[in-house]
């Protein structure tokens, strides 16, 4: 399968299954368009379109078929998709082995964000905070089911997980205690609203964690809109100061800004260009996702807005490296030439399977997003997996397993789309959220073109 467009002067062509990625010229582009039509058409179509061209004759254009059919050759064009037989066997290699918990250390929060999908932090339930033991027990939980895999994913997550920092902290020192005599590594992520944060803990999380999220929806007035205490009171002036400590002190370490663009801004790229001008450089914005109706959801105007800002941020992304001055956006990190291996093109994220997410009380769930699902629950830390039917569904969930993923050029690059997200739009796991499958192809094109004008700038 292969896929063309033409974006910022670049035409570029994906093939599918190798994932090859070409920049070619406009008759090596029609070409590729036409390739397996009957030759003498190909030239024929190529001359009444570029005749004009003193650069364009059929002997120009034999040779580029020419090469399009070594391309074809050498597995880099119109690539036979060989993976869909050993989708199954792909995800048997990991089959029992669990290497990341999202530890829900807080149902509760400190803000009142009407957009929340976890209803304010209670996900539909009580309030609650994880005690050391339950923490306690997650991690040994972890340890005991992670095989022979030697780096862990822990992240401290909530409602609000700094309402339960002590606990965090101890856990932190229980892990570091056992993980050399099971040779384990733990690697910690801490995600926050900011409203918590103080010297103790820009120290704590500077020190321990791999990873720092920062819930920061861009301009004063798009993030205090929503993102408000329970008196209405908009947290941005509060948090902004402290986000920015705390960035400083991490001296390089792994952070991003995790923002969420709603109707009332799918002019989203103002809200990245403006952390920017704060100075964070790590930048995430995420699509509201929320059940019909909500005034907070996109509809198909903002869609098309916000395609629109994809290109916008990706032109300006590339302006700025340029400038020495460069950006990360989240959705636009792609590594063409390593990675992901195959069987993460396939099976996607490891919800249900090798990630799972732990509420204060110990039940697990396939991640973050089911909590509170009760036909989803899986079992408890203790008692370990008892709902074997559900992590099954979740293991033979993959790209493969959706009919509507058939056709799709960028079925590799999703690998099938948020379990989530499918879920809360269709009812099923396996299904598709067709606003979110537009979304990504446009991201996965800016992200693409990005890597191009790279390699174009480099050659």
Not at 22 to 28: F, G, L, P, R
Not at 138 to 158: M, Q
Not at 334 to 363: F, H, N, Q
Request: charged content about 30%; overall charge negative.
């Amino acid at each position: 399968m292969v896929h063309q467009y033409k974006l910022n002067g670049y035409n570029i062509v994906i093939d599918t299954c190798s994932g090859s990625v070409h920049s070619v010229d406009d008759v090596a582009y029609d070409i590729i368009a036409m390739y397996g039509s009957d030759r003498d058409k190909i030239v024929s179509a190529i001359m009444d379109k570029y005749g004009d061209r003193e650069d364009v004759t059929p002997e120009d254009i034999d040779m580029c078929i020419e090469d399009v059919e070594e391309l074809v050759k050498a597995g880099k064009l119109y690539t036979p998709d060989t993976f869909e037989q050993k989708a199954g066997t792909l995800k048997e290699r990991s089959a029992g082995v669990i290497k990341a918990l999202c530890l829900h250390v807080a149902h509760t929060c400190n803000l009142n964000c009407s957009y929340c999908f976890a209803s304010q932090g209670k996900y539909h339930g009580d309030r609650a905070l994880m005690s050391f033991e339950t923490g306690k027990r997650a991690l040994d939980f972890l340890i005991e089911n992670s095989g022979t895999r030697r780096n862990l994913e822990v992240d401290f997550f909530g409602g609000e997980p700094l309402m339960n920092f002590d606990v965090v902290k101890q856990l932190v020192a229980y892990a570091r205690s056992v993980e050399k005599e099971h040779n384990k590594n733990f690697r910690f992520t801490l995600t926050t609203n900011g409203m918590l944060i103080d010297d103790d803990v820009i120290d704590f999380a500077n020190r321990e964690c791999s990873n720092v999220v920062l819930s920061l929806d861009g301009r004063k007035e798009i993030h205090d809109r929503l993102r408000v205490d329970y008196a209405g009171r908009g947290s941005y002036d509060r948090i902004v100061p402290l986000f920015k400590k705390l960035v400083d002190a991490r001296g390089g370490k792994n952070y991003y800004m995790r923002g969420t663009f709603t109707h009332a801004n799918p002019d989203f790229t103002n809200d990245v260009f403006h952390m920017a001008d704060l100075g964070f450089t790590e930048l995430s914005m995420e699509p509201v996702v929320c059940a019909k109706g909500d005034p907070a959801g996109l509809d198909s105007e903002d869609i098309e807005i916000v395609k629109e800002q994809y290109e916008i941020l990706a032109k300006d992304m590339i302006r700025r490296e340029k400038d020495g001055k460069p950006i990360t956006f989240y959705h636009y990190m792609i590594d063409l030439e390593e990675g992901p291996c195959i069987y993460k093109r396939i099976s996607g994220c490891g919800a249900g399977t090798e990630y799972m997410a732990v509420t204060p009380w110990g039940d697990l769930y396939p991640c973050h997003q089911f909590v509170g699902e009760e036909k989803y629950k899986l079992g408890n830390i203790w008692d370990g997996i008892t709902n074997e039917q559900i992590r099954l569904d979740f293991k033979n969930c993959n790209v493969y397993s959706r009919k509507e993923c058939e056709n799709c050029w960028a079925k590799l690059y999703c690998s099938g789309g948020c379990f989530a997200n499918a879920y809360h739009a269709t009812g099923s796991i396996k299904g598709i959220y067709e606003q979110g499958c537009e979304l990504f192809r446009k991201r996965m094109e800016c992200a693409i073109m990005i890597q191009v004008a790279k390699q174009t700038e480099e050659n």
